[in-house]
T-cell receptor
Framework: GAGVSQSPSNKVTEKGKDVELRCDPI?????LYWYRQSLGQGLEFLIY????????KSGLPSDRFSAERTGGSVSTLTIQRTQQEDSAVYLC???????????FGSGTRLTVV | GQNIDQPTEMTATEGAIVQINCTYQ??????LFWYQQHAGEAPTFLSYNVLDGLEEKGRFSSFLSRSKGYSYLLLKELQMKDSASYLCAVTDSNYQLIWGAGTKLIIKP
């Protein structure tokens, strides 16, 4: 597609429920990144994919968080048993290769109530 | 550890020039990026430096000194729409992008 697409744009969920966030990168971009940004804060790295593999998962906050990417394209970030501290904007970005400029999606605003 | 430092907030006047500094300590270096982020929006790419020197792009310029671990973003002829956060990010030896917390730039008439 023309840009990085994320869905849903907004998600309100009850504490303890599971949520799945989707990222559709720019066609042909091999690198895909997930970040989290709390209100007024900087970007918190979660995970990145080079193709379908995730060389660095060190940013995932806990074992409730997981991500996968299939077919070198769409990625999903899953948060199990959501907690209120998970509330944030989850940003996805893709790039043609590692160390190229990122293009960010518009994010998913997650609110856990 | 890896660290990116930039001022938390800066204020400047419409039509003036402002310089936003960024210093970094990372394990290796494979390039430095500047991004602009308006409130409530995703970051957008501004510039990329991998060699020492100044890269000019319209009203925006970015400078890099690798020996000093230092970069700055220079914004000229400031406009009200330039009010945003400016994020400095460095790619380390593993090609992981390390982000600064951002500098909130406030433009006053």
């Amino acid at each position: 597609g023309a840009g990085v697409s994320q869905s849903p744009s907004n998600k309100v969920t009850e504490k303890g429920k599971d949520v799945e966030l989707r990222c559709d990168p720019i066609s042909g971009h091999t690198a895909l990144y997930w970040y989290r940004q709390s209100l007024g804060q900087g970007l918190e790295f979660l995970i990145y994919f080079q193709g379908n593999s995730a060389p660095d998962k060190s940013g995932l906050p806990s074992d409730r968080f997981s991500a996968e990417r299939t077919g070198g394209s769409v990625s999903t970030l899953t948060i199990q048993r959501t907690q209120q501290e998970d509330s944030a904007v989850y940003l996805c970005a893709s790039s043609l290769q590692l160390n190229y400029g990122y293009t960010f999606g518009s994010g998913t605003r997650l609110t856990v109530v | 550890g890896q660290n990116i430092d930039q001022p938390t907030e800066m204020t400047a006047t419409e039509g003036a020039i402002v310089q936003i500094n960024c210093t970094y300590q990372t394990s290796g270096f494979n390039g430095l990026f500047w991004y602009q982020q308006h409130a409530g929006e995703a970051p957008t790419f501004l510039s990329y430096n991998v060699l020492d020197g100044l890269e000019e792009k319209g009203r925006f310029s970015s400078f890099l000194s690798r020996s000093k671990g230092y970069s700055y973003l220079l914004l000229k002829e400031l406009q009200m729409k330039d009010s945003a956060s400016y994020l400095c990010a460095v790619t380390d030896s593993n090609y992981q992008l390390i982000w600064g917390a951002g500098t909130k730039l406030i433009i006053k008439p």
